[in-house]
């Protein structure tokens, strides 16, 4: 399994997260689970063409109170 | 009005509308039963009793009381509901510090325009993160078929509040399978409408592009009631769709002839314990079909669910799990803590994933109208369970409860929730739900498939009995 203590270290820092030692082995816990789901998820081969489900809905002059 | 807590809304706002019973009495027979139940079903987080009343007697007094389709009927909502006085919980301690909501939220509105009475808030797993309503904050609400065990999560107070005869008709959030899970482990109804069906506007969002809101029952024509007075456009949810009213309820009794339907297999399958397999099979029996039908990558599917849950869940309480973390309810609080630290790349290539699934399983749509599917693995654990076996895994039991029910909601699909009763071999007293999948905007033909069950005798929804 990969260790992903520093990165914890890092982004945790860089988001302005103060982990506590209780905490931290939580966090480590539920990250590796994240990361095993992410590889599931990058584990599909897209194309370019397969973009986010997501679709941003401009917004007309009126149409928002 | 009837003090019996088999009462469905269906019947009471007939004796109202007819003047056979009040609303008045119908919401006193409901709030008289909280207050004998709710020591041991802790599905309540407040209790309206003086607005219910209230509003009860405009619903007694209002000049189109005759034509309200829901007059009179008492209801409930997860806490994560605006309630115009209260402060929105949403399951955290966190929220307590914030002013009280100024507003009702839509779909409260527009159930009380019905006639409809609102009678309180109800438990769920903090900010909806889970499966189980196990909340630290305000205490674990109890499965009301037997009180050592969870009721599901994360909408476990509205699964138990119908479950245990307080109310007939509750509201929760279903962005994982927070409602098809405590509805499958208490033994009620449950309808998660297609994604951008009914608005949020006015409820606590928990994921954003996964979040959907609906009701739950003890009959199959209390749910279709509550949905079509819940639908319509709302421009204030981004997510609603604009579509005009669809009405199911007088499309119930059409039956299930003509209807392709199918047992879903693969994940499905592999992923339940025989308990919800045998329900499965009972269903699929009774519909007439042995159809075995495939979803290409659920298990990266359910990935996808799981990740767009963790970046956007975690992003929306940042200052909080910066400045108080310790607020926080043990059972979610590393998990958001984990989760806010995840890369942008893993988030953006789950909604492609998802993007993806979608479109394969529109294609299966093309040949097929229902799928049938376990809602969960297995009945409801006791309480404190820690691990599940399945699949030839030893997994985590909290979350394993949604392993079935995440690829669906994944991609926005309608889905009804039927209960079984007896198919546990180890607890033969404990209901298990399955789920009725449709292609989206096709909540009609979920709702028609679960209405000919309970026809059939196959599903029901019985209130606790000995509470």
Partial sequence: MADHSAYIDAAAATLGLKLTAEQRKGV???????AAMAEKVQGLPLSTADESGNVFVPVAPGSDR | MSANPDISAGAIADAV??????????????????????PRINAFTEVLAERALRRADLVDAHPRRARMKLAGVPFAVKNLFDVAGLTTLAGSRIERSRPPAARDAALIRRLEAEGAVLVGALNMDEYAYGFTTENTHYGPTRNPHDLARVSGGSSGGSAAAVAAGQVPLTLGSDTNGSIRVPASLCGTFGLKPTFGRLPRTGSYPFVATLDHLGPFARCVADLALAYDAMQGAD????????????????????GTAGLRVGVLGGWFRGMALTDATAAVDAVAQALGTTR??????????????FIVTCGEGAALHLDDLRQRAADFDPMTRDRFLANALIPAAWLVQAQRVRHWFARRVARVFETVDVLVAPATPCVAPPIGTEWLDVGGQRLPARASMGLLTQPVSCIGLPVVTVPLWGLSASAPHMPIGVQLIAAPWREDLCLRVAARLEAQGICSAPVARGL
């Fill in chain 2, 17 to 38: 509308r007819s003047g056979r019973g009040s609303a008045r009495d119908a919401v006193r027979a409901s709030l008289d039963r909280i207050a004998a139940t709710e």
């Fill in chain 2, 292 to 305: 075995l039908v495939e979803w290409p990558e659920v298990e990266r599917a359910r990935a996808a669910a």
């Fill in chain 2, 235 to 254: 421009r204030d949810d981004p997510a609603c769709a604009q579509r005009a009213v669809e009405a199911v309820s007088a499309q119930l009794d059409h």
């Fill in chain 1, 28 to 34: 480590t816990t539920y990250f590796a689970l994240a």
